[in-house]
Nanobody, 122 residues
Framework: QVQLVESGGGLVQAGDSLRLSCAAS????????MGWFRQAPGKEREFVAA????????RYADSVKGRFTISRDNTKNTVFLEMNSLKPDDTAVYYC???????????????WGQGTQVTVSS
């Protein structure tokens, strides 16, 4: 079992920045690819970003590319999502996720966090 604990959500204005964190349990964090998803009211959960176990490969949804950055600190078992130039359309519950494979984490992650609310006002 892997537990994912998120933090960093909040209320910000359009154009502001926010950093989300997700801490994972266990001593094999570097084995896991990590990702972020989000779900806005009335919409399906959608992929946001993913990072490979080593941190060497990343992928982003077109809607956030150039504004969001995913990274990880394997010494602290933590993955981050730096969100810049936030827009009202970014308002959603953000979930971190983990899987053994970079491809899998983008489509059907094995483990999920509890979610953290991000609200961007106009």
């Amino acid at each position: 079992q892997v537990q994912l604990v998120e933090s960093g959500g909040g209320l910000v204005q359009a154009g502001d920045s926010l950093r989300l964190s997700c801490a994972a349990s266990g001593r094999t964090f570097s084995f896991y690819a990590m990702g972020w998803f989000r779900q806005a009211p009335g919409k399906e959960r959608e992929f946001v970003a993913a990072v490979s176990g080593s941190g060497g490969v990343t992928r982003y949804a077109d809607s956030v590319k150039g504004r969001f950055t995913i990274s990880r600190d394997n010494t602290k078992n933590t993955v981050f999502l730096e969100m810049n130039s936030l827009k009202p359309d970014d308002t959603a519950v953000y979930y971190c996720a983990a899987a053994s494979d970079f491809w899998v984490v983008q489509r059907s992650p094995t483990y999920w966090g509890q979610g953290t609310q991000v609200t961007v006002s106009s």
